[in-house]
């Protein structure tokens, strides 16, 4: 009874997400980010799968892939105090939280600085978004800065197999 409604829960993300890149395939973010936003923290979203985090950083786990059409949604464990590089996409991304608190940094690059700096963060809760597209300067970070695990949901328009070469562009 568990697992069928794990399954329903996740295809249900699946399928709206996969409307939502019909309905806006030219810049799909916003429109997968609400799509995504409305399935996120659904309790039922991971039940029957297994994801577990991983002591020395964040993980992912593919949740699903569309690897004809180039996008995948992965599952992100973040123990307390774990947190992403400061990167941007050279793909569009979406991302909802499903279970705790992430903090999500934005920067922006001088042309002299060795480093981008801060200029706004936000918190993300459970049913949050946060989107964007393919851009090398639209720079941020996730972290977890809270006490406990934190799970989001994250859509990429790229294969798995791309996420660990070709999705971010890293700066430190
Ligand atoms: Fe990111």
Known sequence: ???????????????????????????????????????????????????PCRAETYIRHLLHEDAEQGWAVAALIWRPGQMSPIHAHKAWCAVGVHRGVLTETFYTLHPHDEAPRPTATAQRRPGDTSHGPAQPDAIHRLANLGTETAISIHAYGLPYSRFCTDLNRVFC
Do not use: Y
Not at 2 to 30: C, F, G, K, Y
Not at 39 to 46: E, I, M, R, Y
């Open 1 to 51: 009874m568990n697992m069928i409604a794990a399954r329903s829960s996740l295809d249900a993300m699946v399928a709206a997400i996969t409307a939502a890149l019909h309905a806006a395939p030219a810049e799909p973010s916003a429109a997968v980010a609400e799509a995504l936003g409305a399935h996120a923290a659904d309790p039922l979203l991971l039940l029957g799968r297994d994801c």
